[in-house]
């Protein structure tokens, strides 16, 4: 059986160009294609699903192809499952007033990948929840993840996310808040 557990995420700066690079994608390799649409600020974003060879593929077809307009783009093998969830905004969060949640982290991106790469980085780090992982969407075209943990998983987790977005220079900033209003956790749930 196919090892199919790599994505490809690729995030374009250009509308037309988008749906060119989903064209060339598609016929490039045996790719399956999990989001194809138009995002923020005038942005085409798009993830792909397959083995880590085709996707890879898929990935330099998208650099070739979106040339001018490609914002950001990678490739995630053996992508976290608790991942999208929280991309698409179904993750459930149980707030037990009786006992706080003892961190909590936000990192913001200028680039939905790096903000969907770096939400991967911290979850295989570290134990701790992931609460959302937004893209683009009214925020001007950047992401931003949200997680949840105890003070040292979240300080453990966030170093190899913040060295992949400050490598691609797409950190806009980042904080960890200790001991959460339970309010401020409402608001996102």
Known sequence: M??????????????????????AVLKSSNIEKLIARTICSGKFFMV???NVADVETAINVAREV?????????????????VFPAISGNTTIQI???????????IETFSVVSAIRAA???????NLEIIRVHVAMAVGGKGYIVMTGDID????AVKPALDYIKQDGMLA????????????????I
């Open 2 to 23: 196919e090892n199919r557990n790599a994505v490809g995420i690729i995030e374009l700066a250009s509308i037309y160009k988008g749906f060119a690079v989903q064209d």
């Open 48 to 50: 792909i699903r397959g």
């Open 66 to 82: 979106g040339g001018f307009s490609v914002i950001n783009l990678t490739t995630i093998p053996n992508i976290d499952p608790r």
């Open 96 to 106: 037990n007033t009786n006992k706080k949640i003892g961190a909590m982290l936000v």
């Open 120 to 126: 991967d980085y911290a979850v295989k780090e570290a």
């Open 153 to 156: 998983a979240l300080e453990s």
């Open 173 to 188: 900033g980042y904080v960890i808040i200790k001991n959460p209003h339970e309010e401020l956790l409402k608001e996102l």
